[in-house]
């Protein structure tokens, strides 16, 4: 691709533009976010809620103090962390994408009373909630205006919901706003499950059919089956990322497998990449095969193809598709880290490629990621 003096000064001054949006979008974000009251509307959602059993995703870190049998206002979120300089805290906000995947976010928010609570604001539909959200390529989940109440006690948050959930256009978008809910509450350490009121009162289901009664704990996010010949009861549940249609984003995909759900069969399944009906894409290179998998002292050492070099290829080097792969990898007990062969040949991919993500997307990552990309193509000739 190659510029004219005029369409770069011309790519320039657009770059500049965006740079700007975005830094008026952090501001407004900031200034404007909504308090108890809020919220937002999903409008092509598509995976399910699930219901009691408690799966062991509860996030790992120390509970923020608050004692069980008290009630909690709040929690310090899962993989959180602070900045007494800046006077932020990181809290994991749970938006869709224009499918309707579920997409977990890391995001830095003003440290507050109540952080569980300001964490769902923030995925309510509002002027200053949908810009931070159109930023990243994707929407909020709750419908706009919703009243939300709050109450942690022992491990139970009871969350009571205004009218505004009735009004959901469709049974998906009501099933992403619950599922939503329940997976960034439980990324708290102080709860383990999920109990809804509609506008006070318990109900059985939405006005769509979705279940609300009874507890919620984590569920398989944006499931689907690998096969359509596989029984639900004989499969087995492997988390997957995949790059979405919005820039530096990953989207979990529960895939149901009957083979063992171990890390063999994740690292296959990663490279037939998403479904044929998905509009995800493909983390790793078209034609990537698997030779085989080994774990040593906490280390997955997985030797690919020749293809899987093709990844070089990528706008960016295949950073995303190595945090896919490192995520997918170390979703299993007692690995810590991976290491690629290709072709038997151990494969360097450059300086901290490999490291553990925090969160599968960050936000202030997913922004800045899109503006080097972009600002790239200026310096690209053929």
């Given amino acids: 691709m190659k510029f004219t003096g005029k369409e770069r000064k011309m790519y320039v001054l657009a770059l500049v533009l965006l740079v700007a949006a975005v830094a008026l979008a952090c501001?407004?974000?900031?200034?404007?976010?909504?308090?108890?009251?809020?919220?937002?509307?999903?409008?092509?959602p598509t995976p399910a809620p699930s219901e009691t059993p408690a799966p062991e995703t509860t996030p790992a870190l120390e509970d923020a103090g608050t004692p069980e049998g008290s009630a909690?206002?709040?929690?310090?979120?899962?993989?959180?962390?602070?900045?007494?300089?800046?006077?932020?805290?990181?809290?994991?906000?749970?938006?869709q994408d224009n499918y309707?995947?579920?997409?977990?976010?890391?995001?830095?928010v003003p440290a507050e009373d109540g952080i569980a609570k300001a964490t769902l604001s923030l995925m309510v539909k509002s002027t200053?909630?949908?810009?931070?959200?159109?930023?990243?390529?994707?929407?909020?989940?709750?419908?706009?205006?919703m009243s939300i109440d709050l109450d942690i006690t022992g491990g139970l948050a009871r969350i009571d919901l205004g009218e505004e959930a009735l009004s959901m256009a469709d049974a998906a978008a009501e099933s992403n706003m619950i599922t939503a809910i329940v997976q960034a509450l439980t990324e708290f350490p102080t709860v383990e499950k999920v109990e809804f009121l509609i506008d006070g009162q318990q109900m059985e289901t939405l006005p769509h059919g979705t279940n609300v009664s009874g507890q919620f704990t984590r569920a398989d996010l944006n499931p689907e089956m690998a096969s359509a010949n596989i029984a639900l009861e004989d499969a087995e549940p492997v988390t997957l990322y995949?790059?979405?249609?919005?820039?530096?984003?990953?989207?979990?995909?529960?895939?149901?497998?009957?083979?063992?759900?171990?890390?063999?069969?994740?690292?296959?399944?990663?490279?037939?990449?998403p479904s044929a009906s998905s509009p995800l894409e493909n983390a790793l290179p078209a034609g990537c095969g698997v030779i085989d998998v080994t774990v040593e002292d906490g280390i997955a050492k997985i030797n690919f193809t020749g293809e899987f070099i093709e990844l070089a290829e990528n706008s960016d080097g295949g950073r995303l598709a190595l945090k896919a792969l490192v995520l997918t990898c170390t979703q299993f007990e007692g690995?810590?880290?991976?290491?690629?062969?290709?072709?038997?040949?151990?494969?360097?991919?450059?300086?901290?490629?490999?490291?553990?993500?925090?969160?599968a997307n960050v936000a202030d990552e997913i922004v800045n990621n899109y503006i080097q990309t972009q600002s790239s193509l200026i310096f690209e000739f053929e």
């Fill in 128 to 145: 200053a909630n949908d810009m931070q959200a159109a930023r990243l390529g994707l929407r909020t989940v709750l419908p706009e205006n």
């Fill in 242 to 273: 995949f790059p979405g249609d919005a820039s530096s984003v990953l989207v979990p995909v529960t895939r149901m497998v009957y083979s063992e759900p171990d890390i063999n069969t994740a690292v296959v399944e990663l490279c037939k990449g």
């Fill in 335 to 359: 690995i810590e880290g991976v290491e690629i062969y290709v072709d038997g040949e151990l494969y360097d991919p450059g300086a901290d490629t490999l490291a553990l993500p925090a969160c």
């Fill in 100 to 108: 309707g995947y579920l997409v977990p976010v890391m995001c830095s």
């Fill in 72 to 95: 909690a206002p709040d929690a310090s979120p899962a993989a959180t962390a602070q900045s007494a300089a800046a006077g932020t805290v990181n809290t994991v906000v749970y938006y």
């Fill in 27 to 44: 501001t407004w974000t900031l200034w404007e976010r909504p308090s108890s009251q809020t919220s937002q509307s999903a409008e092509t």
